[in-house]
């Protein structure tokens, strides 16, 4: 049973840190591509970043860029999201999710979501 587990939402002021931590199961981590999403209220849900386990290609969508990292460690199957210059716009609950192709997650059709985390930023 594929699993993943977010951890590390939470309250910042803005211009803060968080790091999300998404630890994930029940597949093979390297054959997978794993992203953040993010849903605000009242908004769709959005693709924030991505990684391919497999060479460590990412993707970033630019809202994020240059404030936001992805990174894996392929030996604890887990994924991380560095978040930092935090802004009221980041607030949103977010979502971890394995895809079996890039393709997958660029059009929100992972197979696999996490529960989601809340991150509130504020002003």
Do not use: H
Not at 24 to 45: C, E, M
Not at 51 to 77: C, E, L, M, Q
Not at 85 to 101: G, I, R
């Amino acid at each position: 049973e594929v699993q993943l587990v977010e951890s590390g939402g939470g309250l910042v002021q803005a211009g803060g840190s968080l790091r999300l931590s998404c630890a994930a199961s029940g597949f093979t981590f390297n054959d997978y591509t794993l992203g953040w999403f993010r849903q605000a209220p009242g908004k769709d849900r959005e693709g924030v970043s991505y990684i391919r386990s497999s060479d460590g290609s990412t993707y970033y969508a630019d809202s994020v860029k240059g404030r936001f990292t992805i990174s894996s460690d392929n030996a604890k199957n887990t994924v991380y999201l560095q978040m930092n210059s935090l802004k009221p716009e980041d607030t949103a609950v977010y979502y971890c999710a394995a895809a079996t192709s890039l393709w997958r997650l660029r059009i929100g059709s992972p197979e696999s979501w996490g529960q989601g985390t809340q991150v509130t930023v504020s002003s």
